[in-house]
């Protein structure tokens, strides 16, 4: 195995946070940098994904953009934690609801996540198909959600290999054990959460809905910034503690 001593693809000298908050879109971190954190800084750009680490409520944190799919947030998620010991990450994306239970806006907090895909066989001969996100930070994010009067979904969901809409994700979703109550899809947690658990580290993934094979809705771009800042809320909110 080649690691080598310095990260290739996050800025050697970064300062980053044992905390860190990932969303997919660079942009995103961008945004989340200018308007939750106070004395915020660019510590990162290779590639141009973005990395920031400021203050929220006096303590340090880390935004870090992760891209889309496992590969990618695999690649961010690995040098945080190998290189700058990072112990804590919650990332907040979008997802497709598959199930009539969350509906557009709505929030999910991960619990486990199936997925089909070879990722973790791949990554270090895992055979399974589902990872459990962290406990403690799911216990965490639930009592802020319920501090602050927010109303969220928990359970499993499954992270695909394709963008969903694109394809006839029923066929995959059909394959999937009845057991198992799919809440959403999406196309990283699978990968995050693997990782951390491989590198004993604690993460998990907050989504929301931004469509719904049960609605025809589709959110304004006002909505769909509200409702972002709240999922963002929360989860600086909780990854402080």
Same mark, same amino acid.
């Given at each position: ?6 990260? %290739? ?5 970064? &300062? ?63 040098? /945080? ?21 969350? &509906?557009?806006?709505? %929030? ?32 965490? %994010? /639930? ?37 198992? =109550? ?5 196309? =990283? ?12 580290? =604690? ?24 409702? /972002?800042? &709240? ?8 990854? %402080?503690?």
């Amino acid at each position: 195995m080649f690691i080598g001593d310095t990260p %290739i693809h996050i800025a050697a000298n970064a &300062d980053i946070a044992p905390i860190v908050i990932m969303p997919g879109d660079p942009l995103r971190a961008k945004y989340i940098a200018e308007n939750f954190l106070s004395n915020a800084k660019l510590v990162t750009s290779i590639r141009n994904m973005l990395g920031y680490t400021g203050e929220y409520k006096g303590k340090k944190v880390t935004v870090m953009a992760h891209g889309m799919g496992m590969p990618s947030v695999s690649i961010y998620a690995f040098e /945080l934690i190998h290189f700058y010991n990072v112990k804590k990450i919650i990332r907040i994306g979008t997802c497709g609801a598959v199930s009539p239970k969350a &509906d557009i806006g709505e %929030i999910i907090l991960t619990k486990d996540i199936f997925s089909e895909s070879n990722f973790a066989y791949t990554y270090n001969n895992y055979v399974g198909n589902v990872v459990e996100a962290s406990k403690e930070l799911n216990k965490t %994010i /639930l009592e802020t959600a319920k501090e602050l009067n927010m109303s969220i979904h928990y359970g499993m969901t499954t992270t695909m290999d394709v963008f969903g809409p694109y394809i006839d994700y029923e066929r995959v979703l059909n394959r999937i054990p009845k057991s198992y =109550e799919i809440l959403g899809e999406e196309m =990283e947690g699978f990968g995050l959460v693997h990782v951390a658990n491989t590198m004993d580290c =604690e993460a998990t993934t907050l989504m929301t809905v931004v469509d719904s094979k049960y609605s025809k809705v589709v959110l304004s771009p006002e909505d769909r910034q509200t409702k /972002l800042n &709240d999922m963002i809320n929360l989860a600086l909110e909780s990854i %402080i503690k």
